[in-house]
Structures are given as C-alpha cells and as structure tokens.
C-alpha cells in the first residue's frame, strides 16, 4: 500500500482527532485506491466524536453540513477538504417511532439515520460494500477489516454487507452505486449483489430526484461514463434514469453516437479536464428532443394554421424535461444550457449560409457549445457536414473574441489584485506602528515582568 499517496490534510485530521483522545481512522473509496496504488480524488475519515466535538476540535476551520445525517467537513483551502463521520450503527431494528433516529417509511427505506454507533465494527457493518469498509489507521499504520474487503479486493468482487433485501430495500441508491463501482474499477458483482437488482430495480424511483441528479452525475462524469452505461443498460435501468431513451436503446445509430460523446468525456477526464452535467444531459436526450420536433412538425404541416418553430421547439422541451425531472432534479443553470445548446441546433442548420444572421449568431456565449455538439453529431449524421462546413470561421471567430475578453478580464483581475495589495501595503504599515506602540506600552511592560516571575519561580529561566 503506497502510503506516500495520503493527504498531508486527512493525515492532519485524524492526527488531530487521535490527539484530542478520539479513534479516528480513513475509510472507504481512498482506502479502496491506495489499495489499487492510485491517488484518492478525496479523503473520509471515521471517529467516534460527535458531529459536535469534531467541530470543537477543528472550530473555524469546519463545518458541520446535515444532509441525509450530520457530517463535519474539515476546510484546508481551496476543495481541499475532509469530510469526517461519525461511526454509526446499523444493528438496531428500523422503527417508525418518532422518538427514533432511524427512521424508515413504509418501504423499509432509510428516512433519516443518525444513530451513533459505538464501535468501528458496527460502522463497518451499515457501510454498502465490503471494499468500501476497509479501515486505516495511518498513524498506526494499520488495516482494520471485519467483512472480508480485502478478500474481495484480491478477488476483484462487489459485495454487499448484509443481507441484500434489506440493505437495498433501505436504500436504493446502492443498486446503482453496486453497477458504478463495477464499472469503475471492473470488478464483477458477487451473485448475491446482483441478483436482486433486477427485482428492486423499480424502487430506484422512490428516491428524491435532488439525489438522484448528483448520483448520475457520478456514474457519467468521472471517467468511466462509457462502462457505466453499458452496465446500466444490461440491468436495464438506463431506461429507469432516462425515461424518454427507452426507445432508442435498440438504434446501433443512437448507441454510436452516445459510446463517443462518453468516451470523449471518459478521455477528458483521464486529461484532469472537467466535465459538465449539461453536456450528459444534452448527448443523452437529444434524440428523444429531436423526434418530438419531428413529429411536431409533421403533426403542424397538415394543420390549417400551421404551428411556429419556436413553438414547436418550446413544446418539444418542455416534454423532455418535464419526463426527466421527476427522475432527476436539473438545476436551472444546467437545463438552461442544455436548451440553449438544442434549440441552436435548429438555429445553426436553418441559417447556414445566411450571411445577414450569422453575425449575431456566433456572438451569443452558447454559439461555440452548440457548434461543438452539432460537430459531433455531424460524425453519425453525415448531412450536417455542410453546416458544420458553414460555421467553422464564425467558430474561429468567436474563438478569438472570448480570449480577447479573458484577457482583458484577466488584465482587470490582476489590476484589482495590485491595487488591493497596495492598499493592505499600507494598511500593515500603519498596523506594524501600531503594534510597536502596544508592544512597549505599560501594560505590555507589566504582563512581561510577570511572566519572567513566574518563569523563574517555576525554574525555567535560565
Ligand atoms: P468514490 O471514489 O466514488 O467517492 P466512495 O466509496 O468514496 O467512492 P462515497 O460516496 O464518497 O463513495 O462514500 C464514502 C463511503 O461511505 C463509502 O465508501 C461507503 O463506505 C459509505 N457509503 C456511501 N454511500 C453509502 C450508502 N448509500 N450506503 C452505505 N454506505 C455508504
Ligand atoms: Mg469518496
């Protein structure tokens, strides 16, 4: 195990913990990369302190954060941060009393779970999978595996702790987090982890859209989009998280088409680049989008009064988001993108060649968005080609507009940034005199007469 990987912060943290008397130890998908000798995107450690006295611990540099159960998140700057649990126990019964903190509705689904557990062993046991319950002490220098982990690792499986009906029945999200895991580190699923997915696929659907939008995005955003989809779509539920492409998974044209947008952003992110959620959502759901267009336009042409573009395009988007938000929650940022970037699909073919529009086309922010996503279709589409053809001087163009504007931003920031420099320059100056003046005030005088007494009625001056 490269321990030369470990975060000098999560080292910290549990040092820290330790120190203030607390077990503390790193757990789960880090300890599951320093096993494989790759570097953990980010660090969670386990204490048996309190939400509470974590934050004691730590004070101004945490904050305790209460999503589905109260974590503390140890800031060290930047996104460098430690998110720190309390050990918790799966071992009670679930009760729908409301004096309980494990709560469950009538599924069986865990509510809320804020029951503290005692022991390492007992928060090993509420944990999803058996690889992600390894623990490691790094002061010590020691594993801590009560479920066979390590066993698994060897063996390269995925199995759940506990028994699979009730684990999966409490919460839902670990069938999809069983098929990313696979599909991240090409493990298989052990049989008693992936047999009943296909009977409690459907239960997926009881689960809050808000959580579901982040899940997704981790099965799709973080280099291994293209595994995932194809696992996903073997246990049928890629049907279930995108409703509308249920009949497109049998057109090899629609499956080319999404194996090389994923595959792009699985590079990109082997490339430390990010990826964006409006861009899964727009590859994923175009088709779904372009066929209600279609069928709108058809439906309009033998109308008397035929109906607009632009009202074809609004109702053709208003039926693609509203099926895909009960599933997932699309902040309004993103669907704003995605619908900029699909409705200038439509702008960019109707007005290739027109020269009158085309200038204040490639001016807007989303042009060069659109234009990329229109030149990636036009590689399973091969009539775009022409278009693309058209647009790819105003791409240019617009291309050299936006670094102009970033460097005349970037000039703006560093100015700001000199000035502000100046003006604390002087701020420290008038500080340092000031402080000079306190140093040697009488008061000063005194405090430091006291402290050599009792240093030297202590024996320590020398
Ligand atoms: P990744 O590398 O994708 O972050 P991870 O294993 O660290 O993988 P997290 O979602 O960060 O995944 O969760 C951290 C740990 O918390 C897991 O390793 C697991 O032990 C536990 N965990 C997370 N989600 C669940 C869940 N739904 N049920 C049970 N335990 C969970
Ligand atoms: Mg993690």
Known sequence: ??????????????????????????????????????????????????????????????????????IVHVLFGGDNIIEVTTFRSNSEPPKTNKYSNRVSGDSGMLIRDNVYGKSIVQDSLRRDFTINAIYLDPVKKELYDFNGGLYDMLHETIDIIGDPLVRYAEDPVRMIRALRFSAKLSFRLSKR?????HELKNNLLAVSNARMFE?????????????????????????????????FLDNQNYLNFIEYALKSSDIRYAENKRNMPHFLYAVMLFSVFNRNVFELRMTSRSMINPVSTDEIVKLSLDSVFSVQDKITAIPMAVADNIKSIWRNQINLLENTGNLEKSDKIYQKLIFRAAFDFMTLRARFEPFLAQSVAFWTPYYE????????????????????LKRKLTKKKGKDQKKSGKEFERVTSEERKKQLERARAWRKSMNLEV
């Open 193 to 197: 982890t992936s047999a009943p997915i």
């Open 1 to 70: 195990m490269e321990l030369s990987l470990l975060s000098k912060a999560a080292m910290n943290v549990v040092r820290k913990l330790q120190d203030s008397g607390f077990k503390a130890y790193l757990v789960g998908g880090c300890i599951r990369d320093l096993l494989l000798g790759k570097r953990p995107k980010d660090f969670d450690v386990s204490t048996d302190a309190t939400p509470e006295q974590v934050h004691k611990v730590f004070s101004s540099n945490s904050r305790i954060i209460g999503r589905r159960f109260k």
């Open 397 to 416: 163009k617009s291309k050299a507009l936006a670094d102009k504007r970033k460097k005349l931003l970037d000039e703006q920031k560093q100015e700001r």
């Open 215 to 247: 899940e997704v995005n981790k099965l799709f955003l973080s280099g291994h989009g293209l595994d995932s989809f194809n696992i996903l779509k073997e246990y049928h539920i890629i049907e279930l998280l995108f409703p509308g492409i249920k009949d």
